[in-house]
């Protein structure tokens, strides 16, 4: 497969991901299940652009880690926040 169709492949689930974040939003019923859902798929979709459009897939380690961890820590850190202030 060429980098091209690899990329195209890559680009097509990120609006993928989209859509059904776009369709979950739309459908669901506010809560902490698909807030959780929600973050979870920003979680990939972020992880996915630093891995292949960032290409840190094994160049710059420390920068991607530091990356990866944030696409952890800010949706956690929302999730957090949106449940501590929803009370």
């Known amino acids: 497969m060429s980098a091209e169709t690899f ?16 369709a979950l939003a739309d459908s669901a ?10 973050l979870g798929i920003v979680g990939v979709k972020g992880a ?16 991607r880690r530091l990356m990866n ?4 820590l800010v949706p956690a850190l929302l999730f957090v926040l949106g449940s501590v202030l929803a009370r």
């Open 7 to 22: 990329a195209t492949r890559i680009w097509l689930l990120l609006v993928g991901l989209t859509l059904l974040s776009v």
């Open 29 to 38: 019923a506010p809560g902490a299940l698909t807030a959780l859902a929600a």
């Open 69 to 72: 961890g944030y696409v952890v």
């Open 48 to 63: 996915l652009v630093i891995r292949h459009f960032m290409e840190l897939d094994g160049r710059f380690p420390r920068l």
